[in-house]
């Protein structure tokens, strides 16, 4: 808009100034000036509109979109890659805010330039702007399969540098495996064939680049040459002006810019479409723990679970084999009660059930004779401790990440728990204590580490109900033993529940549930489970090292 | 900081020279193209003034220059891009290839001081700007040839007007060096919250079983919501000082053509220019503007690319602090290790391993037990060479390792590591990864061995199924099952086991150290959770039982390390657990001393040995442990089990009986004939793993 102006007056100086009217060259000028006075604060203005609208909108998605991912349950995060989440929060939003922020403004820009020179070249001279639109289909055809390949040949860059990325991030990880099997070499070599293949993509594009690029510049070029020729003849003619041909050429350089400019828009909005359409996506995904219609506040438990019927099964409905069928159980309050069986037994689907990360597909889990359902689901689980197998700690101090079930606790009350379950001794020769750095994950510590500080968690919000993946199992020995002990002490006055990997976790526990296929086969404690001979006893005397099973 | 700046602009030219070519052709048509773009706006002034103004000179000849020099334009532009941007790409490409190498090359201490964010960081961030800052180099040289062109033009057609012209440049530089100064560490910042909240949703994507567990999920969204809310004011002041400097960078050229149009109009009515000067002069105006602009975007860019550069050349030129050795482990050697009086410690102050000595003959099955922290993973660690010990030595087969070349050395072992990392790729590709042509046979036996055949048939495209990332698709015990599996297939010598079956449940890893007893026959083997299911308090002293007195070996600061240990004689539930434990007197009392080993107080070792026995034929000499007796120590609280006795008795009696390995039988036609004679078929042989050789083992 503003940048019509300056070479509108230019027509009109030019008049001047072949009619030597000073006066005219003044008028212009200022004309000019205001014009460009104008232009800089009104895109100021507009830049600060669209950016803070545009950042508005973004962080309330973020928001929203982060807000979904904390309603949805646990088999959105089981069925979808961290990476691919993580691009929605990322690379997608990312993508809706350029197009927002600059995409627009740009689009509209450039439509207007476009058609503001189009009509100012017609009212100078029509014979003239035809022979300038002449060169525009060609233009128009040229970055039409410019873009349809350019496209593609950017895919595939992007499509072979991550598989370059990702080469270079796991070699990186398992470099101790790569250096161990001495695949340093072969690696290399893989590498270098992946680099090169993502370069050789890379200069298709480069190549595409630089054939359309000067191409405009060409057009724009043979637009002013054919502008000159006739315009020569015109101006000899005496039915043009010299200053209309000079204002003419000069538009001509304007001229072609928003072709190209409008060309990248329609690239970016392609990528916003489709980033937005997996948002949508995303917010649509309805949630398989819906939150009950009128949920029942839980201020305490007493601790009894009960399952009633339970049938389930993980992902549609037509998976061929149910991880729970028809499990009956009733957990006493304070009984402490392991879940033996193979891997695939369906012991950690029962303790995910209690946790209600998922809903049973048919039947119903109770906790104090109440269906899991019609609780409130945050209540509830303040009321849980859930030490996870491979214990996973959040960004921050140790004392942090104990207290992430309460935020609110002080730090005795944190040294108390740390105390309690046997943790203070470790954390106290960590550098700084309770005030140590862990990092992402809790990289920085051992797994034994980590498992103490995620009991020490539990233990802080002081649960009802205690659900236990095993979390003895990545432990050393000697401090299996102070996890144990520690987890003796936990689990005394608490309804637990233990999927137990090792025999000596569920000889430690009340009651043994050996669970086969979705089943409970053998329900006892672990003298009645011996003496009854079935499956227990069996794994029980391989266990202990009468290993006859083996030895046929 | 002119020193550093040659630095790294050398290294980095160093770089580009090895494509001449590129160079050559990019620079040179940048160089061109802005010559000719540079008269460009001459040709257009003459066929003004002269061509249509006084009809002086040809209007062909001239509109015809106008398009041949557009032409050549074209063509050098076409080169200049086409080259230079395959310049930057082949650079990208040789810095990234030569940063993996280096990487791959990293010892174990070099390694601890990268962090694989880091890593792909420089990979991916870095070389782009690396390769932005090449691919705009050749423009940029050319554009400063077109500005003083331009600018020796201008001043040759009207100094006066030139003047005009050159106040605009400086105004230029000057916002645009002001915007670069204020608007870098904006974007720096908005760029750091963004990895903030990527770091918070990171953080409540991979932990949501804990967000869930603890019903957390508001305080989740409440960090999400302050970072967020940083993120929005970070962006929001980039996109002020965006505000302030880009339409002022815009703005300001056309500030200087209303100045032009003021004084050159003025200057035309009297008569001092010509039109076409006027039309030239406001052309080469627009023409500046360009290369102002994009001057002002190389210093940002370079100054980011500079560090970018840095990064990745001190990454690159990262040593190894360990030297390779220069001797090849012998095919021959005997599968022994020796840990002579080592010291080693991750940092200088903190020594993990302090004066440890242990020694561990060909075909023994060793078990290093101790708390967490003690250094057990870290013997394992010494072993390929990962580190170098401070002090003492290392020695495998009899040879110093630190003599031996990496290659050799690691050739001979069999790592199963804590985390069983897999890649990203199919079963059999990670099972044949220390042996990419193994063949498909091969790799079934190795699985077998690891018990992990029958759940990989069961995936759903078998051996082909790619286990993802980290091979996260699959559980821990599976992941653990093909990392045994992968060491097993590569038929080391040496099989180290770092708490390699934890995640696997107690009859399958029964059933793969069965089966590794059978493969490691000959081999030396170290597991953090001793091979066997048996609970652990026996197994030591049953070893010791069985082993001749030895030397007396005690570590330094042995006797604080025990401190843990007597709990277990009170307190008798404990003892069931798997803590390998011997009370020193018992240790004594069969006549030999638990060797232990550790300083700091917090180190346990026990050495568990039992002799090897040598069984074979031909030049298939197999060494096989022996069965291990059965000796219950007295006063043990789960002795007396009647089963128990029996089973240890027939241990005793018979190790192992069994035909010599023949020559090589399908493994059915030996299970058949084994099953015959009441005994197990096993594979006696992986030294030669393309003819495997059957055995039957039976216990009499």
Known sequence: MGLLLPVLIRHGIDEAVTRLALGAVWAASGLALL????????????????????????????????????????????????????????????????????????????????????????????????????????????????????????????DRVSVVNADLQE????????????????????????????????????????????????????????????????????????????????????????????????????????????????????????????????????????????????????????????????????????????????????????????????????????DLRDLDITAYRHRLGVVPQEAYLFAGTVRDAIAYGRRDATDAEVEAAARAVGAHDMIATLEGGYLHEVAERGRNLSAGQRQLIALARAELVGPDILLLDEPTAALDLATEAQVNQATDRLTGRRTTLVVAHRLTTAARADRVVVMDHGRVVEDGTHDELLALGGTYARLWRTFVGEDEPAAV | MAAADQGWARRLAGYAWRYRRNVVLALGSSLGGMAVMALVPLITKVVIDDVIGDGTRSLAVWTGLLIAAAV?????????????????????????????????????????????????????????????????????????????????????????????????????????????????????????????????VDGAVSGVRVVKGFGQEEQETGKLREVGRRLFAGRMRTVRLNSRYTPALQSVPALGQVAMLALGGWLATRGQI??????????????????????????????????????????????????????????????????????????????????????????????????????????????????DVSHGAVLVGGHDVRELTLDSLRAAIGLVPEDSFLFSDTVRANIAYGLPDATDEQIETAARAAQAHHFISELPSGYDTAVGE?????????????????????????????????????????????????????????????????????????????????????????????????????????????????????????????????????????????????VGTGRDLVRRPGHRPRARPAGHPRTARPGRRAAAGRRRTGPSTRTAPSSPRSRTACAASCAASGCRCWSASHSSPSTPAWGCFCRS
Do not use: C
């Open chain 1, 35 to 158: 014009s460009v006075l104008a232009q800089w604060v009104a895109q100021t203005a507009e830049m600060r509109m669209t950016g803070r609208t545009g950042e508005r909108v973004l962080y309330v998605l973020r928001l929203k979109i982060f807000a979904q991912l904390q309603r949805l349950g646990l088999d959105y995060y089981e069925r979808e890659l961290t990476g691919r989440i993580m691009t929605r929060m990322t690379t997608d939003v990312d993508a809706l805010s350029t197009f927002l922020q600059t995409g627009l403004v740009t689009a509209f820009v450039s439509l207007v330039t476009f058609f503001g020179i189009m009509v100012a070249l017609l009212v100078i001279d029509v014979q003239l702007a035809l022979v300038v639109f002449a060169t525009l289909p060609v233009l128009v055809i040229g970055t039409y399969f410019f873009r349809k390949s350019s496209v593609r040949a950017y895919e595939l860059a992007r």
């Open chain 1, 171 to 370: 070699s990186v990880s398992g470099l101790r495996i790569v250096q161990a099997f001495r695949r340093e070499h072969t690696g290399a070599e893989r590498f270098a064939e992946r680099s090169d293949s993502y370069r050789e993509a890379r200069v298709r594009g480069q190549w595409l680049i630089s054939v359309y690029f000067p191409f405009v510049q060409l057009l724009s070029s043979a637009a002013a040459a054919a502008v000159l020729i006739v315009g020569a003849g015109r101006v000899e003619a005496g039915t043009l002006t010299t200053g209309a041909l000079v204002a003419y050429l000069l538009y001509i350089d304007l001229f072609f810019a928003p072709v190209q400019q409008l060309s990248q828009v329609f690239d970016g909005y392609q990528q916003a479409t489709v980033s937005l359409r997996r948002i949508q996506e995303l917010l649509r995904e309805p949630t398989s723990t819906a939150a009950a219609e009128r949920p029942k506040d839980v201020l305490s438990l007493r601790g009894e679970i009960a399952f009633e019927d339970v049938r389930f099964q993980y992902g549609a409905a037509d998976e061929p084999e149910e991880a729970l069928s028809g499990i009956d159980l009733r957990i006493p309050a304070g009984q402490t009660v392991a879940f033996v069986g193979e891997t695939g037994a369906g012991k950690s689907t029962v303790v995910k059930l209690v946790a209600r990360f998922y809903d049973p597909t048919s039947g119903r889990v109770t906790a104090d004779g109440t």
């Open chain 2, 72 to 200: 050549v334009v074209y063509v050098l532009t076409y080169v200049r891009r086409y080259y230079g941007g395959r310049l930057a790409l082949d650079v990208q490409h040789d810095l990234r290839t030569e940063m993996y190498g280096t990487i791959t090359r990293l010892d174990g201490r070099r390694q601890d001081e990268l962090s694989t964010g880091q890593v792909v960081g420089r990979a991916t961030s870095d070389l782009q700007l690396i390769q932005s800052l090449l691919f705009m180099l050749p423009m940029t040289i050319g554009n400063i040839l077109l500005f003083l062109i331009s600018l020796a033009i201008m001043a040759w057609l009207s100094p006066l007007l030139t003047l005009v012209a050159l106040a605009v440049a400086p105004a230029l530089w000057f916002i645009a060096k002001r915007s670069r100064t204020r608007l870098f560490p904006a974007t720096w910042y908005a760029q750091g919250q963004a990895a903030a909240v990527a770091g918070v």
């Open chain 2, 274 to 387: 010509t039109l076409g000067t006027f039309v030239a002069f406001s052309t080469y105006l627009a023409q500046l503007v360009g290369p102002v602009r994009m001057l002002a975007m190389v210093l940002t860019v370079g100054q980011q690319a500079r560090a970018g550069v840095e990064r990745v050349l001190e990454l690159i030129d990262t040593e190894p602090s360990i030297e390779d050795g220069t001797r090849e482990l012998p095919a021959d050697a005997p599968a022994t290790v020796e840990f002579d009086d080592v010291t080693f410690g991750y940092t200088d102050d903190r020594p993990v391993l302090d004066g440890f000595s242990l020694e561990i003959r060909s075909g023994e099955t060793v078990a290093v037990v101790g708390s967490s922290g003690s250094g057990k993973s870290t013997v394992s660690l010494l072993l390929p060479r990962f580190y």
């Open chain 2, 470 to 614: 980290h091979g996260l698709t699959l559980s821990g015990g599976q992941r653990q099952r093909i990392a045994l599996a992968r060491a097993i297939l590569t038929d080391p010598r040496l099989l180290l086991l770092d708490d390699a079956t934890s995640a696997v449940d107690a009859r399958v890893e029964h059933e793969i150290h069965e089966a590794l007893r059978s493969v490691m026959a000959g081999r030396e083997d170290a597991a953090h959770r001793p091979p066997p299911l048996h609970p652990q308090p026996r197994r030591p002293h049953r070893r010791a039982r069985r082993r001749p007195p030895r030397r007396h070996r005690y570590a330094r600061g042995a006797p604080a390390a025990l401190r843990p240990l007597p709990a277990a004689a009170h307190r008798p539930r404990r003892a069931r657990r798997r803590i390998a434990r011997t009370p020193p007197h018992q240790g004594a009392a069969a006549g030999r001393r638990p060797v232990r080993a550790g300083g700091a107080g917090r180190r346990v070792r026990r050495r568990a040995r039992h002799h090897a026995r040598t």
